[in-house]
């Protein structure tokens, strides 16, 4: 089992900055993957960025050259560094981790981009 837990969200004007959280417990060493979707309401549950077992990062078209996607083994934490953010980054975002065959999520933490 792993459990995740997002943190660092929160409300920001248009061209701010934040950096969530994702701390993973439990079963850490079997990860293979790990990313950040968002959903938005009334929409549907989109992958924003991601690593691979390998270290390869991706980023969907319309968040790359602003977020970027880290990861620091020795506190077991993903980060997402968000800058030039905008109002349709507007969302619940979500981190996930998998094990083998299973996904794990965390509870989603909340960004708000609004002037």
């Known amino acids: 089992q792993v459990q995740l837990v997002e943190s660092g969200g929160g409300a920001v004007q248009p061209g701010g900055s934040l950096r969530l959280s994702c701390s993973a417990s439990g079963s850490i060493s079997r990860i293979t993957y790990a990313g950040w979707y968002r959903q938005a309401p009334g929409k549907q549950r989109e992958l924003v960025a991601d690593i691979g077992s390998d270290n390869s990062v991706y980023y969907i078209e319309s968040v790359r050259g602003r977020f970027t996607l880290s990861r620091d083994s020795d506190k077991n934490t993903v980060y997402l560094q968000m800058n030039s953010l905008k109002p349709e980054d507007t969302a619940v975002y979500l981190c996930?981790?998998?094990?083998?065959?299973?996904?794990?999520w965390g509870q989603g933490t909340q960004v708000t981009v609004s002037s």
């Open positions: 996930t981790a998998r094990v083998g065959s299973t996904s794990h």
